[in-house]
């Protein structure tokens, strides 16, 4: 029962060996085979069977199994428990034979176990932990900075790094010994202050003065603590770097960005810098001061965009577009909202800043306060426009003195025409009447030696046969019957002519005189009409007829000689639309006055070309003009609005159709107020 137990016991062990995957063995005291597990047998590419009961000789026949029973000999005659380990290579792979010897009851040497384990990728991490602490022993030597160990007592454990070597501190010098000389006067700060925070678990960075063992350079030393395999403060280890160039170089930085800090907060302009996406980065005094923050920190991180009047949100953001599409800064104008309320108009001139891509990182926007820039300009705009506009009324005020003095002197021409041509004209009209009443004498006479011709035909006398033949040829030679007959007629005619004559040197002498009036006088519009129209009849008689439909109309307060300037105008400008028309027939300008109300009228019409209608609001404007170059100066019908409805009051009003013709409607007061006089 207990063999069998031992049996059991034996298989279960057995199948217990053959899980583990590393090849075990197990000998008697000769060297012999006991058992193995399947692991051995695959190693070795043999069976159980094969293996049990033989040596490494019988197995390995080499120098190597040669050198494994040699080996197993002298572990075997020790006569103790010994171990003995064994390396040697495989297919490659590097194989570790641990042995074991094992008693008997009786404190004899029973065998030997073995165990073969496979530490290739041990071997291999071994190489690669020599080589890296290697290569960490030189980057560590190689190293610019000051590198140190200490122990819990602040004790030196290790001094590394090319500062230290140049400065002449070799390790040897400080190790057990505390920093103290590298420290020198800022070493008490680190023993009472710095190096208890580091063995609480603190990592520590500060600046110190290192003494002259170092050359007294001002130093950053970061601490920090080491831990061991349980996770317990086991010592400090500490990097020292030579900042001191650094300092003098932040130092100048310093200095220099409160230089440009003084500028930017100086300038009179605004100065805020956003990244990419609008985000407030930097600004400066004026930009607060011109959107109304009290500290430039409310500003920061705020979207730039929110200080632009909402409906000009998408005009700025396509501004940032176009800096980055065109690669240069971009200026516009915009309303800027104030943080307190209210807004203002700006200049905004963005420009970009490019990382090292070349890709926009940030956009720089200056602000340029232009409210009362623009005012003035609207100011100055209106005064500019009343400027134009007063020179404007210069000119045409000089053109109406010189077209006045023009007509004065006209009207003086007139004048001296009409008396040049009065005085023979009285002549002629005196001598006239006196041939008449002459011819008149002579016809009786000649009617009287017509009846004595009759009678001496009747007596029969050869002389006076004679006589009365000869004057009958005479008579009909010299025509004397068509002559009798048509002297009257000639008479009538040059009646006529001289009558004719008698009038234009009247509306001459008429029109010159009342042109030389320049206050309101009695005037009688229907007489003006007619002495303009002696005056323009030489502009008309080729062109056009003249229909008068004159009504009884009063006299009305007027300047004369402006009213015949305006008539005279119109009746000129109409001649001359209808000679535009450039048809073969005459004509036809019809001139009309009626009362109405309180009020004169006037109508002046033509069959003329008409105006556009483009044009109808433009034709009263000074020096516009729709005549050919050379034949209108642009005044005629400006001045006659000035004089119809500034001076006299009263209303100018156009009609008209292009081809069919133009309408002039001339409103006059019968009494100017006393106001207006």
């Known amino acids: 029962m207990a063999e069998a137990k031992t049996i059991e016991g034996s298989d279960f062990l057995q199948k217990i060996l053959d899980t583990i995957s590393q090849p075990i063995f197990f000998k008697d005291n000769t060297g012999k085979y006991l058992g193995c597990n399947k692991a051995f047998e695959k190693f070795h590419e043999l069976s159980k069977h094969e293996i ?13 199994g040669q050198m494994y029973y040699q080996q197993d000999v002298d572990l075997l005659s020790k006569g103790e428990v010994e171990r003995r380990d064994i390396v040697f290579i495989k297919n490659d792979r590097v194989l570790m034979m641990n042995k074991n010897t094992y008693l008997n009851t009786d404190g004899s040497v029973g065998g030997l176990v073995g165990v073969i384990n496979d530490i290739t990728e041990l071997k291999e991490n071994q190489q ?11 980057l560590i030597t190689s190293i610019q900075d000051m590198i140190f160990t200490l122990n819990l007592e602040g004790c030196c454990t290790g001094f590394y790094g090319q500062w230290a070597t140049k400065a002449g501190v070799l390790d040897a010098e400080y190790i057990g010994e505390t920093l103290h000389h590298i420290f020198a006067d800022s070493y008490e700060e680190f023993e009472r202050d710095i190096f208890p925070k580091v063995l609480a678990g603190q990592d520590v960075m500060y600046e110190c003065q290192l003494g002259s063992a170092m050359g007294g350079k001002q130093a950053q030393i970061s601490l920090s603590p080491i831990y061991n395999e349980n996770h317990q403060i086991a010592g400090v280890v500490g990097v020292g770097r030579d900042v001191t160039v650094q300092q003098m170089v932040l ?10 800090r003084g500028l930017v907060d100086t300038t009179p302009y605004g100065i805020i810098l956003t990244d990419i996406s609008g985000r407030i980065q930097i600004v400066n005094q004026q930009s607060a001061f011109l959107h109304n923050f009290d500290d430039l920190e409310e500003m920061m991180g705020k979207n730039f965009f929110s200080l632009v009047e909402l409906e000009e949100q998408k005009r700025m953001q396509g501004l940032f577009s176009k800096v980055i ?3 240069k800064a971009q200026k516009a104008e915009f309303s800027l909202v104030k943080h307190k309320g209210g807004s203002f108009l700006s200049e905004v001139i963005t420009s970009s800043v490019l990382d090292a891509q070349g890709n926009p990182k940030f956009f720089i926007n200056v602000e340029r306060d232009i409210t009362e820039e623009k005012s003035m300009q609207e100011v100055l705009k209106g005064k500019n426009e009343e400027l134009h506009f007063t020179i404007a009324q210069l000119k045409v005020a000089q053109v109406k003195l010189v077209q006045q003095e023009k007509l004065a002197g006209i009207g003086q021409l007139a004048a001296g025409v009409a008396h040049e041509i009065n005085n023979p004209l009285g002549f002629v009209i005196s001598n006239y009447s006196t041939l ?15 009846n004595i011709k009759t009678v001496a035909e009747k007596i029969n006398d050869p002389h006076l046969t004679e006589f009365v033949a000869k004057m009958n040829q005479l008579e009909k030679e010299k025509k004397i019957s068509f002559v009798l007959e048509d002297i009257q007629d000639l008479f009538k005619e040059s009646n006529d002519g ?3 004559v008698g009038k234009i040197v009247t509306g001459l002498r008429n029109f010159a005189r009342i042109d030389q009036e320049t206050d309101f006088q009695e005037y009688d519009l229907n007489e003006g009409i007619k002495n303009t129209l ?8 080729y062109c056009a007829n003249v229909e008068e439909n004159l009504g009884d109309i009063p006299c009305i307060e007027a300047v ?15 001649g001359q639309a209808i000679k535009q028309k450039q048809v073969e027939a005459l004509g036809l300008i019809r001139i009309t006055t009626y009362t109405f109300g309180e009020f004169v009228y006037c109508e002046i019409s033509d069959d003329g070309v008409g105006i556009a209608e483009e044009n109808k609001e433009k034709i009263f404007e000074a020096f516009f003009t729709t005549k050919p170059i050379g034949q209108g100066t642009g005044l005629g019908l400006s001045i006659s609005h000035d004089i119809i409805v500034n001076k006299h009051h009263g209303e100018i009003i156009l009609d008209s159709t292009v081809g069919i013709g133009t309408v002039f409607i001339m409103k006059l007061p019968i009494q100017q107020t006393k106001q207006s006089l």
């Open 251 to 260: 130092e100048a930085l310093r200095e220099s960005e409160n230089m440009y």
């Open 534 to 541: 002696v005056v323009a009849r030489n502009e008309l008689k």
């Open 325 to 327: 599409e065109k690669g």
């Open 436 to 450: 008449k009443n002459y011819v008149e004498r002579l016809r009786t006479i000649i009617q009287e030696y017509s």
């Open 52 to 64: 049990l009961g033989k040596t490494i000789l019988d197995i390995e026949s080499s120098k190597l």
């Open 560 to 574: 004369g000689s402006h009213i015949n300037q305006v008539l005279l105008n119109i009746i000129v400008n109409a």
């Open 128 to 138: 690669q932990l020599r080589e890296s602490q290697e290569q960490l022993k030189v």
């Open 498 to 500: 001289l009558e004719r």
